[in-house]
T-cell receptor, first 116, second 115 residues
Framework: DAGVIQSPRHEVTEMGQEVTLRCKPI?????LFWYRQTMMRGLELLIY????????DSGMPEDRFSAKMPNASFSTLKIQPSEPRDSAVYFC??????????????FGPGTRLTVL | AQKITQTQPGMFVQEKEAVTLDCTYD???????LFWYKQPSSGEMIFLIY??????QNATEGRYSLNFQKARKSANLVISASQLGDSAMYFC????????????FGKGTKLSVKP
C-alpha cells in the first residue's frame, strides 16, 4: 500500500518567491496534518484537516502561510512570500481519525525547504 | 500544560544489547495516547509503537516494547537486541483525541548503535 506522498522532496528558492508543497494522504484516511520541523522548535503542528475541513490552524505562523484540501486525496501548503526563516522540513501526515487518542498518524517523507 | 519531555539528547548502545529511551509526559487529561516514532538520517518519520492511557498491558511490537508507568507518567521505549540500523532520532509523542487531533512531540533522543 502506498504511504503518504509528498512533493517535492527538496525545494530551494529565493526569498520572496512563492512555494507550494503538496501532499497525498493514505487512501481512506480522513484526517491530514501539516507539521514543520526545525532544530530550534522541533516538530510543531501547522494545521490539520478532518474530512477536508480545516479544524485547527492555530499553528500557521502568519498570513504568508495558507493550506487547502480541495478533496480527500490532495492538500497543499503554500508560502507567499517565502522568507529565510521558513527554511525547515515540512511533513504531511494522515490518519484514520475517529476522534480517539489511539488515532495513529503516518508521516510522509517530508519536504526539505531552503529559502535563500 | 500538556508536555512531553525526553531528557536524553544522545545515547550510545552496543550492538545486540538492549537500550531504554526515556519519555515523561505531563497532562491532567485521563484519555491520551503515547507514540514513539523513529527518524533515521534519511529524514522520514516512522511509526513504531502505541500505548493507550487505559491499556492494562505494556505495548510490544517486535523488538520494541513500551514500559508504561502511568503513576509516574512515563512511557519509556525499550529496544531489544539493538541493530546498526536502529541508529536514528527517536521521538516520543502524545495525542489526546477528541477535537485536538494533533501530536505533541518531545525533542527527541539520538541513538547511536556501536558495532
Amino acid at each position: 500500500d502506498a504511504g503518504v506522498i509528498q512533493s517535492p522532496r527538496h525545494e530551494v528558492t529565493e526569498m520572496g518567491q512563492e512555494v507550494t508543497l503538496r501532499c497525498k494522504p493514505i487512501s481512506g484516511h480522513n484526517s491530514l496534518f501539516w507539521y514543520r520541523q526545525t532544530m530550534m522548535r522541533g516538530l510543531e503542528l501547522l494545521i490539520y484537516f478532518n474530512n477536508n475541513v480545516p479544524i485547527d490552524d492555530s499553528g500557521m505562523p502568519e498570513d504568508r502561510f495558507s493550506a487547502k484540501m480541495p478533496n480527500a486525496s490532495f492538500s497543499t501548503l503554500k508560502i507567499q512570500p517565502s522568507e529565510p526563516r521558513d527554511s525547515a522540513v515540512y511533513f504531511c501526515a494522515s490518519s484514520d481519525f475517529i476522534g480517539g487518542a489511539q488515532d495513529t498518524q503516518y508521516f510522509g517523507p517530508g519536504t526539505r525547504l531552503t529559502v535563500l | 500544560a500538556q508536555k512531553i519531555t525526553q531528557t536524553q539528547p544522545g545515547m550510545f548502545v552496543q550492538e545486540k544489547e538492549a537500550v531504554t529511551l526515556d519519555c515523561t509526559y505531563d497532562t491532567s487529561d485521563p484519555s491520551y495516547g503515547l507514540f514513539w516514532y523513529k527518524q533515521p538520517s534519511s529524514g522520514e518519520m516512522i511509526f513504531l509503537i502505541y500505548q493507550g492511557s487505559y491499556d492494562q498491558q505494556n505495548a510490544t511490537e517486535g523488538r520494541y516494547s513500551l514500559n508504561f508507568q502511568k503513576a509516574r507518567k512515563s512511557a519509556n521505549l525499550v529496544i531489544s537486541a539493538s541493530q546498526l540500523g536502529d541508529s536514528a532520532m527517536y521521538f516520543c509523542a502524545m495525542n489526546f483525541g477528541g477535537s485536538q487531533g494533533n501530536l505533541i512531540f518531545g525533542k527527541g533522543t539520538k541513538l547511536s548503535v556501536k558495532p
